[in-house]
């Protein structure tokens, strides 16, 4: 019988633990964004594991001041997009592979909404380039029984004071605790099990 608590691949850091917490989750760290070199090894040993039921991958960006596409150069975007990326592409697969028959896979993706975009484009792409991979999984993995689907949040990447029109519900962008976690339970729970490839925007409905 796979282990019934959720276990979390994530990046390490205050939200990380925050999302562990509020899940009961345990942690298991994502490797060093910045050495796609071990990316490989790491999957090795996240599938040598035994099977679990339900897997919860999260990986945060630190901040980073928005600035404009045509000043991003190469190496900025390889920074900012290419390899947060690539790590989404082993971490999910490995992700999907090890969860077990019937089980849930759900990605926590930081994305700013439409109107907080402009300066975010390589995170922007990044939560539209998960929500690919998260199908991807849940057409591959569904056959036995596998659900995958993606919370987005911009908690990290968008203060407390967005352009107009405010978000309808009070307390943008939110917390782990109060506005991410609540909607990482949703997917995860059994009552959820028609629903894969789905989005939730845990944004208080700034995406509106």
Do not use: K
């Amino acid at each position: 019988m796979p282990d019934p608590r959720p276990l979390l691949l994530a990046s390490d850091g205050d939200e990380t633990r925050a999302l562990a917490r509020s899940l009961g989750a345990d942690f298991a760290p994502l490797p060093d964004v910045g050495a796609p070199s071990t990316f490989e090894a790491w999957r090795d040993d996240v599938l040598a594991d035994a099977p679990r039921e339900r897997i919860v991958v999260a990986h945060w960006r630190p901040a980073t001041p928005p600035r404009d596409l045509i000043d991003v150069d190469a190496d900025e975007w390889a920074g900012r997009f290419e390899a947060p990326y690539l790590l989404w592409n082993f971490a999910l697969g490995a992700a999907g592979r090890r969860c077990a028959d019937g089980g849930a896979v759900v990605a926590v993706c930081q994305a700013p909404a439409a109107l907080d975009a402009p300066g975010r484009t390589p995170e922007l792409a990044i939560a539209d380039g998960v929500l690919a991979l998260v199908r991807s999984v849940a057409a591959a993995e569904g056959p036995r029984g596998v659900r995958a689907n993606l919370v987005t949040t911009p908690i990290g990447l968008t203060g407390p004071d967005p352009i107009a029109p405010a978000p309808p519900l009070d307390g943008f962008p939110g917390t782990i605790e109060s506005h991410v976690a609540g909607a990482v339970r949703s997917f995860l729970s059994r009552d959820a099990a028609g629903l894969t490839g789905r989005v939730l925007s845990a944004d208080g409905g700034r995406s509106l």
